[in-house]
């Protein structure tokens, strides 16, 4: 891991981009001891400078976490393959035309996941050796990365989750293999995300220990107090 820039935000917190190989990301910290580390996850395609990532992040930054974020393969800046770049037009004029997307979706997000995961894990073995970060890990953010990762890495030990977008298949029969706790935020309207189909994945994790939040308005009318209800909840089980 190389730190190519740093600078000292106005809220203290100290901002630094790294490269891991190919891999861009963005690490937020605050203070000196060790700190719990937050993986957070932008929806499918999006880069890492997304100012609403951002601001979450510099948030949760200065309530004491450290908090990173990549651009995994095919998302921000990085370079995306011919078929999902047809797979994004083919989607595009399917929902202009009102016609079923679904296998659209699952040809578009089902690959994303496949190749985001293994770089989200070999970053976070690269965080994990930085003296700032004492762990335990949470993610916050895109729900199908989320629950692959929750799946497959034992390193997770909480995690919130955005009902927005769109979870394939896959990681829907995934989600009975979560167990830990979770944090689901669902918007009540949100044109892009059916809500009976995210009522049934949240039914479907497999965890003891979750919580739903759903509030009214569209996809990115999230309300601002979740930061807080999200960092009180990392607080119960990362801290």
């Known amino acids: 891991m190389q730190f ?8 203290n917190v100290l901002e630094r981009e790294f490269t891991l190989g190919e891999i861009p990301g963005t690490l937020w910290t605050s203070g000196s001891a060790p700190a719990p580390l937050i993986l957070m996850a932008h929806n499918n395609g999006l880069p890492k400078a997304e100012p609403r990532l951002v601001a979450r992040a510099r948030y949760t930054a ?8 990549i651009d995994a393969a095919g998302c921000g800046d990085r370079p995306r393959s011919a078929a999902a770049e047809q797979a994004r037009a083919d989607l595009r004029r399917a929902l202009q035309a009102g016609e079923p997307a679904d296998e659209i979706f699952e040809s578009l997000v089902g690959p994303l996941v496949e190749r ?5 894990r070999t970053t976070l073995d690269a965080l994990l050796s930085l003296p700032e970060i004492g762990g335990p890990v949470g993610y916050s953010g895109w729900t199908a990365l989320g629950i692959r990762l929750a799946a497959v890495d034992p390193r997770i030990a909480a995690a919130g989750f955005f009902a927005g977008g769109y979870v394939p298949r896959t990681q829907r029969e995934e989600a009975r293999q979560v167990t830990i706790p ?7 309207d949100d044109e892009g995300n059916p809500r009976q189909r995210a009522l049934d994945l949240f039914d479907a994790f497999g965890s003891k220990e979750k919580t739903l939040h759903a509030n009214m308005g569209g996809h990115t009318g999230t309300p601002w107090f979740e930061r807080e209800d999200g960092d009180r909840f990392f607080g119960r089980h990362l801290k």
């Open 4 to 11: 190519t820039s740093e600078q000292r935000l106005d809220d």
């Open 116 to 120: 985001a995961v293994p770089e989200w």
């Open 62 to 69: 200065a309530c004491g976490y450290a908090v990173a974020t």
């Open 182 to 188: 979770l944090l689901f935020l669902l918007q009540w």
